[in-house]
């Protein structure tokens, strides 16, 4: 159990005013999953009043965990929303970081990958137990190994945080998913391998079949995603009271992120596939994902609750889906994504409250 969080610089976080202990969750999704988490992010500190950066844990998984490192490194969510629109940032950590989002890691479409299956290995010892795997941990397996390359994220992480920090004295927690085993790994964690943040982070951003596999301790590992979108589930037995979970591939049911009061999650599930009619196979594939991504985050959001943490979940509405599209990398809709989730968070937060 986790007793007492650090900063990103091994100092013990100051604990919150009213004594409660925060965690906060930042899920995968993409460029488009980061710009919309920004936008999310301004508007829980604005609602709440709170920095997100001062939880005692943050937990990210691939686009959340790069925005993650930087929230440890001391970036204020409204540094990332000016960096995001590419204006200039004169002070804090980001002052001069000069960040290409569009292109950095390779626009909106992957390379194409090696030919052969990215892990047999995997793929042999999830055929044999498949119920110890999530379903996605099967499939990136199978998936050709990707030719993508995430060193342009790991250079901004450790323009940030140093380039020798290593997570275990940071607030900061990396989710990614060991590519020899598929046994899912919390970089940070009593116990994980040991890890430079930078590496750490380009490993939870390694999509299967888009970037290669990145090494970490001697092992290559891939995208947390792979395990979970949001991997909530870990902040148990933190001795967290609260825990803000903010989820770009989910689907927001409610203003506190459940089922309508009176209504099943399949019930509040279904509207949500009468109201939104995504066109094209990509499209409805992406469609599909996100509900399988929203039963999981709710499967995690009753084990925290179920051990006494208050959750607060943070995800999409319709109106930033339409916004979004289903190309998660798509370059030319990350600026309207960010200025979408602004709105639609802030209302939500402020309905909450």
Known sequence: MVTQASTSDGTQAPPAADGVRRGLVLGGGGMLGAAW???????????????????????????????????????????????????????GPLAGVDFDYDTAVGGALPPRPRPGIGSPGLLRTT?????EYPWLTMVSAVVPTGRGSVAPVGELVRGLA????????????????????????????PGAPPAEVGE??????????????????????????????????????????????????A???????????????????????????????????????????????????????????RVQLLAPTLEDLAVMGPNMMDPARRGEVLECALRTSRAALAGVR
């Open 162 to 189: 140093g380039p020798d920090h290593r997570l275990g004295g940071s607030v900061l927690r990396v989710v990614a998913v060991d590519y020899r085993t598929g046994h899912r790994v919390a970089f940070g964690d």
């Open 200 to 249: 750490a982070v380009m490993a939870s951003c390694a999509i299967p079949g888009w970037f290669a596999p990145v090494e970490v301790a001697g092992g290559p590992y891939v995208d947390g995603g792979c395990w979970s979108a949001t991997n909530a589930d870990l902040m148990l037995g933190r001795g967290l009271d609260e825990v803000y979970v903010l989820a770009p591939m």
């Open 251 to 309: 689907l927001r049911l409610h203003p506190r992120g459940r089922a309508e009061p009176g209504r099943g999650t399949v019930a509040a599930l279904r509207e949500w596939r009468e109201r939104d009619r995504p066109r094209g196979v990509l499209a409805q594939l992406v469609s599909r994902y996100r509900r399988s991504v929203t039963r999981q985050l709710l499967r995690e959001a009753r084990l925290l609750r179920a051990a006494g943490t």
């Open 37 to 91: 988490t920004i936008g999310a992010l301004c508007a829980v500190e604005e609602v709440t009043g709170r920095q997100p950066g001062h939880a005692e844990v943050l937990l990210g998984t691939s686009a959340g965990s790069i925005l993650g490192a930087m929230l440890a490194s001391g970036v204020r969510p409204q540094e990332l929303r000016d960096h995001q629109r590419g204006l200039p940032i004169t002070t």
């Open 127 to 131: 055929v044999r137990h498949p119920r």
